[in-house]
């Protein structure tokens, strides 16, 4: 590992856009300015989280203060900035208009002579260095530019625990094949192997994160805004993602992606290895965020005589065992990890939480055009998830325009986990 990752924390209370301009400069100049990053007459893909066509309030995507604010800098390079990103569902030209107007884009690309990308092609790009993923296929507005800026929202994240530098990467695949890399990654450490294997691919020169307002709960999309009051800013993705979990209160390493980082040897996830610059981490901290329901995981909980039968399944498979000194054991790893495929499916199926359609579904089939196993039917005016099929990815989630879908967890994890 080379030198010691820096990351910038700053504080900004508010999206008014010269809160944000000023927490942006400073969280850049901390960092060394943009113009070690950026050069004169570049192409910089601007990269933010819009994950569907929702407006900035509702905090599921990245607010388009923090775009504004950094295509201005970017623009006081001399470079061009572009905003692209391809969010779940069909990647074309009419779905993008719809999403840069409902997520502020447009009006940001209006202000600021911003381009907003609707180049829907492909570039497959080798990937030498990857565990998993060899090639990747990534929009072309991403593989063309001269350096990609990440721009996440700082959000909860059923399959990942958050959403922050590594997860937002995987906008870069476009539209409806992420399907297929969510069927050939079925599993929260495969999944986040495909992640680092997207970053090493995109290699973005810098991820700067929305955690102004973020989001707890159910998130990606279906939780609430969460008063978070932060920029965070950093070269290393993965190191950004550590300083992130630090602030919501989470061990690092229960996030898987920064679980295969330290195995790749790409990171130490020790907030101790990184450099804090700014305002101080403790004064930052997100008290009371809460995590999604397939994070929800308290093995103090269990009754004595289940764990000692649970406790051996959980140690074989744990993202990170055991947390220090505590015996505590990162339950939600109960789905990874490198067990046979017919007992994880058990697990899967007995312990972690399953996507339901509730009362707002109108059956309109939208999460059975997107789900990559084809789990999903829907008659009746309603979809349904068959759990036996289903592999977890949550897209249905994520995607459902009726915010209908529901997580249940199964009679036998909520007896081990609670509710
Ligand atoms: S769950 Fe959502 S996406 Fe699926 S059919 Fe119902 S309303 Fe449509
Ligand atoms: S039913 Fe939903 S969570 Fe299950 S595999 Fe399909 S899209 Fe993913």
Request: a neutral charge; proline letters at 7%; hydrophobic letters at 45%.
């Amino acid at each position: 590992m080379a030198s010691r990752p820096a990351v910038a924390l700053v504080e900004c209370d508010d999206y008014a856009p010269e809160h944000v301009e000023a927490a942006l400069r400073r969280a850049v100049d901390l960092l060394g300015g943009l113009g070690r990053y950026v050069r004169p007459g570049m192409r910089v893909a601007l990269k933010p989280n819009l994950l569907r066509a929702m407006p900035p309030e509702a905090a599921t995507t990245t607010h388009p203060s923090v775009v504004r604010a950094v295509v201005r800098l970017v623009q006081e390079c001399g470079a061009t900035a572009v905003i692209a990103d391809s969010p779940g569902g069909p990647f074309t030209p009419a779905l993008l208009r719809r999403l840069y107007e409902k997520t502020g884009m447009r009006q940001v690309a209006e202000e600021t002579g911003a381009e907003l990308n609707y180049d829907t092609a492909v570039a497959r790009v080798p990937n030498p260095e990857g565990g998993l993923l060899r090639l990747v296929e990534v929009i072309a507005a991403v593989a063309g530019a001269d350096v990609v800026i990440n721009l996440p929202k700082l959000k909860t994240h059923n399959l990942t625990r958050l959403t922050v530098a590594t997860k937002n990467l995987f906008g870069v695949i476009p539209g409806v094949t992420k399907l297929g890399y969510h069927a050939k990654l079925q599993d929260a450490l495969a999944f986040s192997q495909g992640l680092i294997d997207i970053l090493r691919c995109v290699r973005p020169v810098l991820s700067i994160v929305d955690g102004i307002v973020a989001m707890d709960g159910n998130g990606p999309s279906g939780g609430d805004p969460f008063d978070g009051r932060v920029l965070l800013a950093g070269a290393d993705a993965v190191a950004v993602d550590v300083v992130a979990m630090a602030l919501v209160g989470w061990e690092p390493l229960t996030m898987p992606a920064i679980k295969v980082a330290v195995e790749w040897g790409l990171a130490t996830g020790r907030v101790e290895d990184i450099e804090l610059l700014g305002d101080p981490l403790e004064g930052l901290r997100f008290a009371g965020f809460r995590p999604g329901s397939a994070t929800t995981v308290d093995p103090g909980l269990l009754p004595h005589g289940l764990q000692r039968l649970l406790l051996p399944l959980i140690e074989a498979h744990a993202v990170d065992g055991r947390r220090a000194g505590s015996g505590e054991v990162a339950a939600e790893s109960l789905d990874v990890g490198t067990v046979p495929a017919g007992i994880r499916r058990w697990a899967t199926r007995q312990l972690v939480v399953a996507p339901q359609a509730g009362a707002r579904c109108t059956g309109c089939g939208y999460c059975a055009e997107h789900c990559p196993v084809a789990a999903i039917v829907v008659n009746g005016r309603r979809a349904h998830m068959d759990p036996k099929r289903c592999i977890r990815c949550y897209c249905c989630h994520e995607l459902c325009p009726q915010l209908a879908v529901e997580l249940h967890r199964p009679w036998l994890g909520r007896l081990f986990f609670g509710q």
